[in-house]
């Protein structure tokens, strides 16, 4: 394990302490739909591991796995039965760990996906809390509670569950009676752990060296700013809305200590090993106080995943991302996509391109518009100083897939609103990887089930292997983009400052360094490039003297 993990970090000796992950690329791998390597029309580590030299040819430092244990699939796999183990859908502990061995050795390194905030209803805990009684040791673990109304028949207060309806759901008791309620803030079979109870510490700092051991680099962690709940479990003012209960359980003072508690098993690992957390906060203050020294090292950018295609508000939002960073000394991260928002390939070809918690699905919608500003967005993303996240698929400019039909739909989220929001399927669909007929090279040729969600015909032009020799593609975009920026000395460190030069408002441009710029014209006329600048790659063909609406470069000032 060692010499493997040495090969990874001599790459990084240019960095201090050997932080790689400072401004690191990192592939976010949602498995079930990477790649398929049993035929079952699930993706699978087997996928995984037979495709890592496709990454490593992307050009990525590191991959994120979404979660991979076993699972009763309530929630996507975010809802865990057993925190030390594979899925069988997946594979084998075994054969993680030779994924991580592998990944090393192409000179990547893997995060993989913890959830603290609550576990699968089949997790043993839970079913022994169930078996257990009111007020035992093992329902501790967990937020049980009594119903409210004459009988208890009523939920014991007003949450809603994010998922929709109500928070609690209502358990049979040993004797056949209805008893208790306990709290899920996602689906009923995502029971929230009771952090007050000092076995669930120590349970996730088991966790936690478990995957260490086996070579993790990195831990994201989900949901990671609701863990701690007020014990008064109190009523909102309003069931959903500013006045809500979020307030109870969002952000909680005490949560920083298990983030110190987790740092610490961090620390005592050698060769950079992180933690990420998936924090969604509109206080950039109370967001950068998880990113302290002694917490967790990186967090992702939900404000810049959000903000709608605008040179003022993107340019707002860079500012306050490096000023709320700055002085916690934590890079900071930039998000175009991930698994629970729509693709930006379909959010910038709306007219509303503020469209991440509301799906659009139904609204007009101009791909290549949209089309044309990823790849303007991916230019821009990976010239700003800190660590770029990128989506599986949207290296090959893959849309929202949002006319599947009803019964295909797999999400909690459509279903627990009531068919409401269509939920988060269309961003999941197997990738393309080769050939003109679904499955795309998903699953191996002869035999396989199909993929778990059906794929356009159109992503025949979308494939790997389509893309992979054409120069024009977004698959070469990314690679060369990829690259540049790991040889650019001007983006080499992430502490390189990044300063704005004059431009129109509706022109994005700023230097890092003194010989490196970045110009992103989010205006629909040509602008006039500077004059004293050579262009290293731009998203769309250029003259060299100006820049077409919808596009960016890469300048060398000369
Ligand atoms: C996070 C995950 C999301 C999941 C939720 C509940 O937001 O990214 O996919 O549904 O947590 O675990």
Request: hydrophobic share 40%; charged share 25%; aromatic share 10%.
């Amino acid at each position: 394990m060692t010499s493997q993990l040495q090969t990874v970090q001599a790459r990084d000796q240019h960095l201090p302490r050997g932080e790689w992950w400072r401004q690191a690329a990192i592939y976010q791998v949602y498995v079930r739909s990477f790649a398929d390597g049993n035929g079952d029309g699930v993706g699978d580590l087997r996928g995984v591991r037979d495709r890592l030299d496709y990454l490593r040819g992307l050009g990525v430092d590191a991959i994120w796995l979404n979660p991979w244990y076993p699972s009763p699939m309530a929630g996507g796999g975010y809802d865990i039965a057993d925190y030390r183990d594979i899925d069988p859908v997946f594979g084998t502990l075994a054969e993680a760990e030779a994924l991580i061995t592998e990944a090393h050795t192409s000179g990547i390194r893997v995060i993989i996906d913890i959830v603290p905030n609550h576990c699968s209803a089949e997790h043993p805990w839970f079913q022994s809390a169930l078996a257990a009684t009111p007020g035992s040791p093992e329902r501790a673990r967990f937020w049980f509670r009594p119903g409210r109304g004459r009988d208890g028949e009523l939920p014991p207060n007003n949450w809603i569950s994010r998922f929709g309806g109500p928070a609690w759901t209502r358990v049979t008791e040993a004797n056949g009676q209805p008893g208790e309620w306990y709290l899920h803030l996602f689906a009923p079979g995502q029971p929230d752990f009771n952090w007050t109870d000092p076995a669930v510490h120590a349970e996730f700092l088991d966790v936690l060296r478990f995957w260490m051991d086996r070579g993790a680099d990195g831990i994201r962690i989900d949901s990671a700013a609701i863990l701690v709940k007020d014990p008064a479990l109190a009523d909102g003012a309003e069931p959903v809305g500013p006045g809500s209960a979020e307030k109870y359980y969002t952000d909680r003072d005490g949560i920083h200590e298990i983030y110190r508690e987790w740092r610490r098993v961090t620390d005592a690992y050698p060769g950079g090993r992180v933690l990420i957390g998936e924090i969604r906060l509109p206080d950039h203050e109370r967001f950068a106080r998880y990113l302290r020294p002694d917490e967790m090292h990186s967090a992702f950018n939900f404000d810049f995943l959000r903000c709608p295609w605008d040179a003022h508000e993107l340019r707002d939002v860079i500012d306050h991302t490096l000023a709320a960073h700055d002085p916690v000394g934590a890079p900071a991260t930039w998000v175009l996509s991930n698994h629970d928002v729509t693709r930006h390939v379909t959010r910038y070809g709306r007219s509303d391109t503020f469209d991440v918690g509301d799906r659009q699905h139904g609204a007009a919608l101009d791909l290549d518009l949209g089309t044309r500003r990823a790849r303007a967005a991916v230019l821009l993303t990976m010239a700003l100083p800190g660590a770029v996240y990128i989506y599986q698929g949207e290296e090959l400019g893959l849309w929202e897939v949002e006319d599947l039909a009803d019964d295909l739909r797999q999400d909690p989220m459509f279903v627990r609103s009531s068919h409401v929001d269509p939920g988060r399927d269309g961003c999941r669909i197997p990738l393309p990887w080769s050939g003109g007929e679904p499955p795309f090279g998903f699953s191996p040729a002869a035999g396989a089930d199909a993929p778990w969600l059906p794929q356009p015909q159109e992503w025949s032009r979308y494939t790997v292997e389509a893309q992979a020799y054409d120069e024009g593609s977004m698959l070469s975009l990314y690679r060369a983009v990829l690259q540049l920026r790991r040889v650019e000395p001007a983006l080499a460190s992430e502490r390189t400052p990044l300063d704005w030069l004059h431009a129109r408002p509706d022109v994005l441009a700023f230097a890092r360094g003194d010989a490196f710029a970045c110009m992103v014209n989010l205006s629909t006329e040509p602008v006039a490039l500077p004059e004293c600048a050579a262009v290293l790659l731009a998203s769309c063909p250029t003259d060299g003297r100006s820049l077409p609406g919808d596009a960016a470069a890469w300048l060398r000032l000369t």
